[in-house]
């Protein structure tokens, strides 16, 4: 961890105006990966639907926003009652347990749970569409079932991080910003993360 760094000027573009600096700090972890699981990966366009699992994380709070202001139809799902109370506030068009089934199947699935979610998203998505992947919290084994993944001739991409062409997403999604905001769960210093007494937090964080 570092407060302050360097990197290639080509790396550095301009902070939007309607965010701080705290909440731009995101932009290129969540948000970025976000977008490039939707629009790169994913190649959703206006008036499809998604499944984003999981939510409540920082990737699938970022990717709620983003596809609901793009136009998409968006399901989301999670374990927790609060959480999928927090995805609808967020955008978010309908919210489900895991596991259960949609009211139709979609046009592309943002994965990042893994095992637990992985034969939801494949039934959930249509003949012909998109599992984009950028993790596995749960696990990374689970079964391929590749009978179903070949027959319905369904694209699986992965996403380790944004590309770097990607950087300047931002600028290209201005039209998005008006209303958009980071939802920054909790700040803490370099010297708190080094504190060996440090406990779980509610955002996930290690907090004292």
Known sequence: MAEKTAVPSANVFAKP???TEIEAAALGTSWL????????????????????????????????????????????????ADKRAKALKLGAHAAFEIGARLP????AV??????????????????GGTIA???????DQ??????????QDIRVQITFDAQHGSLDYQHRTQLFYGDLTQNVCQVVSCEFLTDPHQTAGPCGLWCA
Not at 56 to 62: D, P
Not at 104 to 107: A, E
Not at 114 to 124: E, F, P
Request: glycine share 12%.
């Open 17 to 19: 105006s309607n965010l």
């Open 33 to 80: 990966t976000a977008y490039s699981l939707l629009f790169d990966a994913a190649g959703v366009k206006p008036g499809d639907s998604v499944l984003i699992q999981g939510a409540g994380g920082g990737v699938s709070t970022a990717a709620i926003q983003l596809a609901q202001a793009a136009g998409l139809e968006v399901f989301v799902t999670s374990r927790e």
């Open 104 to 107: 139709s199947k979609v046009d």
């Open 110 to 127: 943002i994965e990042s749970v893994g095992a637990a979610t992985w034969s939801h998203s494949m039934k959930s998505v249509r003949p």
């Open 133 to 139: 992947i950028c993790g596995a919290t749960t696990g």
């Open 142 to 151: 689970p079964g391929a079932e590749l009978t179903r993944l070949f027959f």
